[in-house]
């Protein structure tokens, strides 16, 4: 891995995942649930956990680089739009620093709707274990 | 070395990106502070210390000059050696 390698996929939140992360989470904030609650708040319907995007987040370090040797030190992100059901998100991910002396690489990340809006990004630094 | 004003410039810098990466407002390290002198200096945290203060200072440690540091002072000189 090198300083500007990039990184794609395309994620989508589908009714498994959905249901999965209720059940084992338990946040059924009526957001998330309750399709006249979120449209009275103003958005076109239920809205899926941002938190799930983590989910995707741990696929991606942990499955998709070139080493299974890895561990996530810190991650942040920041939601832009809301995110629905089904809905295709690119993802796009670019090693920003390679820090040799403590074995990290650093990421910034984003995720698109199909029309490029960007609807979270963020950072993670990972480890690369020895 | 130890007393000379760049030193403490650096020392000073350093100690405010512990205060920020470990969370500790009362932080206070001065050139002899060790790891063990610090609670929440743990191996992740030191981590994300080298990484904040490569980062900051625009240099680049080797993993053989980070085990050779015994001290914030002494990393502080190498940051001097590697701005220069």
Do not use: R
């Amino acid at each position: 891995m090198t300083k500007g390698d990039i990184f794609e996929n395309e994620f989508k939140i589908n009714k498994n995942i959905y249901d999965g992360f209720i059940k084992l989470f338990n946040d059924k904030n009526p957001l998330h649930t309750d399709e006249v609650f979120a449209q009275n708040k103003g958005f076109k319907s239920i809205v899926m956990h941002g938190n799930i995007l983590g989910g995707f987040l741990s696929y991606f370090i942990g499955e998709c680089l070139p080493t299974k040797n890895v561990i996530i030190h810190s991650q942040e992100i920041k939601y832009t739009k809301p995110v629905y059901i089904n809905e295709l998100l690119s993802f796009k991910a670019e090693i920003i620093g390679i820090y040799k002396s403590v074995n990290a690489v650093e990421f910034k990340f984003c995720f698109e709707d199909n029309e490029s809006n960007t609807i979270a990004k963020g950072k993670i630094q990972i480890g690369i274990i020895q | 070395m130890k007393n000379n004003e760049k030193i403490l410039e650096i020392i000073k810098k350093v100690n405010d990106i512990f205060k920020d990466v470990l969370e500790n407002d009362e932080l206070s390290v001065i050139y002899e502070t060790t790891a063990s002198d610090v609670d929440e200096w743990d191996s992740l945290s030191h981590i994300l210390l080298v990484v904040a203060i490569e980062k900051y200072f625009q240099i680049e440690f080797t993993a053989k000059e980070m085990q050779n540091f015994k001290n914030v002072g002494e990393m502080c000189e190498g940051i001097i050696l590697k701005t220069k």
